[in-house]
């Protein structure tokens, strides 16, 4: 089935510790996005990329990096220079067909920082 | 820039009756999408309905339809026929068409349950 994947669904991490988080597509779309919603909030962008090999700042790049070697894979790497990295994290792509405007979203993983 | 208000923080519904939940936008360009997601308890984020803002027909889709008007700016879901698995987030969301950027800003929900 097509769809989009994150992986792992739960991450614990040290302080002062990078982790990266893996979203994966077989939707073959070329646009993806990475989001962080945290309790009560509503989602915020991190990094987008509307093709391989380019990507761009969201609203809250800071202490994130990205990287989009090939079409299907989109990692978000946390590093330790955010401040706050405890949350929700959703990775999404877009399709636009027949004047219908989608965004697929993954099932997220949940980051704590111990 | 772009805004979305979403004013009720909760909602209360009895099965097998409607519900509306509200959302109204703020932008000043005139190409851009409207969109609810469902958001249950897992996390995952479920695409609902979509509105463009020149589509002069409201969307519906099955249970769901977007109730657009777009001279007030708002963009209310409705859902007939409300069943126990409707329990969810609600997010409201709007993409501006009309640049290279084409951002998309959610609301900060509606926490919808539905009673027996």
């Known amino acids: 089935d097509g769809g989009i994947t994150q992986s792992p669904k739960y991450l614990f991490r040290k302080e002062g510790q990078n982790v990266t988080l893996s979203c994966e597509q077989n939707?073959?779309?070329?646009?993806m996005y990475w989001y962080r919603q945290d309790p009560g909030q509503g989602l915020r962008l991190i990094y987008y990329s509307q093709i391989v090999n380019d990507f761009q700042k969201g609203d809250i790049a800071e202490g994130y990096s990205v990287s989009r070697e090939k079409k299907e894979s989109f990692p978000l790497t946390v590093t330790s220079a955010q401040k706050n990295p405890t949350a929700f994290y959703l990775c999404?792509?877009?399709?636009?067909?027949?004047?219908?405007?989608?965004?697929?979203f993954g099932p997220g993983t949940r980051l704590t920082v111990l | 820039a772009q805004k979305i208000t979403q004013t009720q923080p909760g909602m209360f519904v009895q099965e097998k009756e409607a519900v509306t939940l509200d959302c109204t936008y703020d932008t000043s360009d005139q190409s851009y999408g409207l969109f609810w997601y469902k958001q249950p308890s897992s996390g995952e984020m479920i695409f609902l309905i979509y509105q463009g803002s020149y589509d002069e027909q409201n969307a519906t889709e099955g249970r769901y339809s977007l109730n657009f008007q777009k001279a007030r700016k708002s963009a209310n879901l409705v859902i007939s026929a409300s069943q126990l698995g409707d329990s969810a987030m609600y997010f409201c969301?709007?993409?501006?068409?009309?640049?290279?950027?084409?951002?998309?800003?959610f609301g900060i929900g509606t926490k919808l349950q539905v009673i027996p």
């Open positions: 939707l073959n779309h070329d646009a």
């Open positions: 969301a709007m993409r501006d068409l009309s640049g290279g950027y084409q951002k998309v800003t």
């Open positions: 999404a792509s877009r399709r636009l067909a027949g004047g219908v405007d989608t965004q697929y």
